[in-house]
């Protein structure tokens, strides 16, 4: 691990580069936080967010809501995404999202043995919500973790049974031999509206994040199909878990009256019928008005969203001190 660096979002907030391979420097996975006061307490809970695909950390007011609460907030940008990126590498590319336990288990380590957490949240959205789903029901994420938060987690393909099927048995078909090649590719009305510059909210790099995507290949959501199955089967995570989704799916279409109230990325409805697979303690929430990411709502969902996710750890944590 290196020391703590100022971070591209500005004053106040740091990064620290996490090491994944010694026999390649350049993978790396990233620890964003806001730089603590220097007489701040160590300690306490942490909550650690974990991004999606076509994805990195920005959103510093989820670091704001979450130190409201009295949380400590952390965000990792994961191998090849975000900050961790590097020249020559294939963007969010992994082979199995298995990959990604090494990245979020030498996270939860630098949070509990070096900084001193006691407590560890890890806050997921979309791919990010399945990737620490599995995490958290592995070997290396059970004690490392005592709550998950999932933001419109990504637990199935948005279309019909047929085609699930069928393009899963192409996938593990064609992933192995032709993991590169590219499935889909080109520009999302839903990540188009969401910067400042065409009449959304939210200013970020849209080189870390562009409007047209970064190009689903064949290996990688080969990776995510398998992650996918996995849930299905049924997981095993023993800590509570707190589920959250917009209130209904729409078309991911510049032409959708509902594009800024509804989640047009994933079927929310798959969401809630793999919820209940994660584990025996999850609670179901929706959001009327939210987007895929819940956290780049309109202000009242978005409010909605944030008071839901701390009155959830306000209730398991103190539950756990009971």
Request: glycine share 10%; proline share 7%; hydrophobic share 40%.
């Amino acid at each position: 691990m290196t020391g703590w660096r100022p971070d591209p979002l500005g004053p106040g907030w740091e990064q620290r580069t996490l090491a994944l391979s010694a026999a390649d420097p350049d993978l790396v996975a990233t620890v964003v936080r806001r730089a603590p006061d220097p007489g701040a307490a160590p300690g306490g809970s942490a909550v650690l967010h974990v991004h999606g695909f076509n994805d990195y950390f920005f959103q510093t007011h989820l670091a704001d809501a979450f130190a409201a609460a009295g949380h400590t907030f952390y965000a990792l940008d994961l191998r090849r995404c975000g900050r961790s990126w590097r020249e020559g590498q294939v963007p969010h590319y992994v082979d199995d999202l298995a990959e990604y336990r090494a990245d979020l288990g030498l996270a939860a380590r630098l949070l509990r043995e070096e900084l001193g957490h006691d407590r560890l949240t890890v806050h997921g959205h979309s791919t990010g919500g399945l990737t620490a789903a599995l995490w958290a029901d592995s070997p290396g994420g059970r004690g490392a973790v005592d709550a998950l938060v999932l933001n419109s987690p990504w637990f199935d393909l948005s279309s019909r049974w047929f085609h699930r099927v069928v393009s899963t048995w192409v996938l593990d078909s064609l992933g192995p031999v032709d993991r590169m090649r590219v499935l889909a590719d080109g520009p999302s009305a839903y990540s188009w509206h969401l910067h400042a510059d065409n009449g959304g909210r939210w200013t970020y790099d849209r080189a870390l994040k562009p409007a047209e995507g970064f190009p689903v290949r064949a290996g990688w959501l080969r990776a995510v199909r398998r992650g996918q199955a996995r849930l299905a089967r049924g997981l095993h995570i023993e800590v509570p878990v707190l589920v959250c989704t917009a209130a209904g799916s729409g078309p991911n279409a510049r032409t959708n009256p509902l594009l800024d109230a509804q989640d047009t990325v994933l079927d929310v409805q798959q969401i809630w019928s793999r919820a209940p697979r994660l584990g025996p303690d999850v609670t179901l929430v929706t959001v009327p008005g939210g987007i895929h990411d819940l956290a780049l709502s309109a202000d009242g969902p978005r409010a909605e969203y944030l008071r839901t996710v701390t009155e959830f750890l306000a209730r398991v944590q103190g539950d756990r001190a009971a």
